[in-house]
Structures are given as C-alpha cells and as structure tokens.
C-alpha cells in the first residue's frame, strides 16, 4: 500500500531544519555565491571599458564586439562522454568545424559536477584572467544563475546565430533561466524522471507511472534517490503537487517532510549520484530517480530490461548550457562554433552518440536516413515529441496529474532569487540527500 507523501507536516520542522548544519556540498555551492557577490563590483567596474580617452565599453555590447577578432583557436571545456567519437577517441564533429571554418580545437573533460568546476575556475574569474576556456557547459541551477547574476558571463552575440534561430527547439529557446537567451545557447538536454526494472512492475502489481510509486512500501529497500540537491527536492516537491519552478519556502519544508518520511520508512536503499544505474543494472535497486540518457545508453549497451519513465506529475526538464566565461580569449570563435553545432547534420552527429535530449529537432530525420539509426530517431529520450517546457505552468492536483493522450509535462528547477535562498534550500535538502536522517 502506497504512502502518501507529506500530507501531515510536522510544526516544528521548518525551525529544526533550518537549524541544521549545511552538509559540505551545500556549502561549497553556497560559497560559489558568496564568491560571486563579493567579486561583483570589480567585475562591473572591468566590464565598462578602460578608462581614459576612449569611452567606455561594456563588455558583451554590439561595440565590444565590433572590436573583438577571430583567433582560429577555441577552448572548449565540456563534460566527459558528452561528444561524438570514434575508437580512436577523435571527435568527428569537431574535424568538421576546423575544416570547414580554419578554427583548431582544444577539447577537455574537466567538468565532473558543476559546483566543483565553478569553484575552481571562479579564482581566476575573481583576479580578471581567463579561465583557460572560451566555451564551458554548465546547468542551469544555481551554478549558471550565480555566473549570471554575479557579471561573469560574457553576453553573447546573436548576430552570429543564424543556425540556433532556425533550428533550435522550442524547448531551448527563451528559456525561463536566461530569457532571451542572453548569456546561453543549449548543448544537450535531458529529463530527470524514473528508471525501474521488471521487479518493481511485479511487486506494484503494475508500471510506474507517479513520483508517488517512490514512496511505495512495496518497494521497501528497493528505491534510489539522487544525491543532486535540485532534482532530490524537486521530485519531493512534486510528490506534494507543487511544481518546483513557482514553489515557496513552505513549500519546501513540505518536501522535505515527505522525503524524511521516505527515508525513516526504510523505501529508500541509497542516494546516489552517477552510481545509481550501476546498481539498477545488478538489481540492486529495482526502481531510482533517473536521467534519461543514462537508461537509454543502457539498453544499447546490454541491459534492454531497464525503462524509463516520465511520471505523470512531470519529468525535470534540464539542460546543459555553453557559456563564454569572462575573460575569455577567444570569443569571436567561442560564438562561430555555438552556431556551428546547431546546424542539422552536425547536431546528428552529436545526438547519435550522446543520447541525451537534442536542441535541433531537424536530426532526427538525419539520424534515420543518413545513419539507419532508427533507435535512435525513434526514441522519446532524444527526442521528445510534441514535449513543451511551457507545460511546466500546469497545476498539480493532489500530488499527480493525468498526461493521458497529451505530450509529456516538463518541468524545470527553481531559479534562486538570492544567496538566502539558496541557503535555504540546501538547510532543507542538503542532510537529507547527505544522508544525515533521523
């Protein structure tokens, strides 16, 4: 018999959870905040110009980049697996770009998280020096709204992207964490929702369908939830029918209820970050959070047994964004290869590899013709048919909404307003993604 999440919410539990020590990644998140804020006057002092008989040019503005120059040269920091390859670990995609542009590529893989790769490029970030990177790909979450926010982002030029405006997808356009698309251009996308194996459809009795079959006692010892602090107070949040991006911070302390509730009930065996789909894959755990990628590279590599699942309250909508940092060197190229990667037959390339969600919905008729790879262009993971981001305004009721025959609900994180909030958020979900229950 399934539980029903945080409908009797302790009085006391907003005190004592904001009395709570913050665990160490939420304040590592939180310092990048605070670094942010404190290095914002000498940013904004830096990006008006030099002064003296010149006048001032603010950097990002039709004037500063009137002035700037082609290298031939980019820097481009990403995530690793997150680019097309072969054996030989070259990237065809890239080949492409120097070929036809003249822009030689220096690839790296140094992002593993995105707090502990802004922390470390926000030194040099802080002094006024590059960061040794034209393009780095960040989520949207706190992380990207700090670089935002905090004047550390170069404001793009859209006069270079032809290709992005007509191809994009409507899910990357004017996105509700950069409208306008000021500082970002989408790289991948995916969804957060649920994967599960054939024991979890027998012990239900039936197919996943709710965040709320992640509460089920059925399941007892047998659920995994993200350590991610945003996609772990989401999925509370829509446990309780509230759509994470208009929540309150009462809202937040319900969320965090259910999930204590989740945890002091023994469902849950672990919080996990990348390690979850090993343990689906040995059975370990029988149902988990999810992103969406993950369960189909799985079965394309071996386990065809896993699903995935958008839950009827919705599935996290999130993206991975390519954003010039401050003080790059080279951002004249840095805009050529953003458009670059929107034009079809490039985006292909890169989506047929990845798996993950693809900003340009014109690939997936490459992908089927051009490669005969119909697993591919066939699958709602990478492309999400009919799926619109401004569904994610749809109420909840009673902690679940009925899709029916309409297109998958997408929903997207909360944009934090202030360091407070995000300090907030973390006193709220931090110990329990940390484990520190009880």
Not at 135 to 148: F, R
Not at 283 to 307: K, T, V, Y
Request: with cysteine; hydrophobic share 40%.
């Amino acid at each position: 018999m399934s539980q029903t999440p945080g409908l009797q919410l302790d009085p006391a539990l907003i005190r004592a959870l904001g009395e709570r020590t913050i665990s160490r990644r939420a304040l590592l998140r939180a310092a990048v905040i605070g670094a942010g804020a404190a290095v914002l006057p000498s940013l904004v002092a830096c990006t008006q110009g030099v002064r003296g008989t010149t006048p001032l040019v603010a950097v990002g503005s039709k004037r500063w980049w009137n002035k700037q120059k082609r290298a031939d040269v980019l820097d481009f920091a990403n995530w690793p697996y997150y680019i097309d390859r072969r054996r030989d670990n070259s990237h065809p995609s890239l080949e492409l770009f120097t070929s036809t542009t003249g822009i030689a590529v220096n690839y790296f893989r140094p992002i593993h998280d995105n707090a502990t790769f802004v922390h470390k490029i926000l030194p040099s970030l802080e002094a006024g020096r590059p960061t040794g990177y034209d393009i780095i790909v960040v989520t949207n979450g706190p992380q990207l709204s700090t670089l935002m926010d905090s004047g550390l982002l170069v404001p793009l030029d859209h006069r270079y992207l032809e290709h992005f405006w007509r191809n994009a997808s409507d899910l990357v356009r004017e996105p509700p964490w950069d409208p306008g698309n000021r500082f970002t251009i989408a790289w991948q996308s995916g969804l957060t929702g649920i994967g599960y194996r054939p024991e979890a459809v027998e012990a239900l009795g039936r197919k996943p369908t709710s965040v709320t079959d992640l509460w089920n006692a059925a399941l007892e010892g047998r659920v995994g939830m993200l350590q991610d602090e945003m996609d772990l107070g989401s999925f509370g949040l829509l446990a309780v029918g509230v759509d994470p991006q208009s929540s309150t911070v009462y809202d937040w302390a319900r969320a965090a209820s259910a999930l204590r509730d989740q945890r002091e009930s023994n469902v849950v065996k672990h919080y996990y970050g990348q390690g979850y789909l090993e343990a689906l894959q040995r059975g370990d755990i029988w149902i988990s959070q999810a992103w969406s990628g993950d369960i189909f590279q799985a079965n394309q590599l071996g386990h065809p047994e896993l699903r995935f699942v958008v839950p009827d309250e919705g599935a996290m909508f999130w993206t991975d964004n390519m954003v010039i940092p401050a003080h790059a060197r080279h951002p004249v190229d840095a805009m050529i290869f953003m458009d670059f990667v929107y034009r079809k037959g490039v985006a292909a390339m890169i989506a047929d590899w990845v798996w993950y969600i693809t900003p340009v919905p014109g690939a997936q008729e490459i992908i089927r013709t051009r490669y005969g790879d119909t697993e591919v262009a066939d699958s709602p993971l990478v492309f999400p048919e009919g799926a619109t981001i401004r569904q994610a305004t749809h109420p909840l009721t009673n902690g679940s909404q009925t899709s029916g025959e309409e297109a998958p609900t997408l929903r997207t994180y909360y944009v934090f307003r202030s360091q407070e909030e995000l300090a907030t958020w973390h006193r709220f979900f931090g110990p329990i993604a940390a484990g520190e229950v009880g």
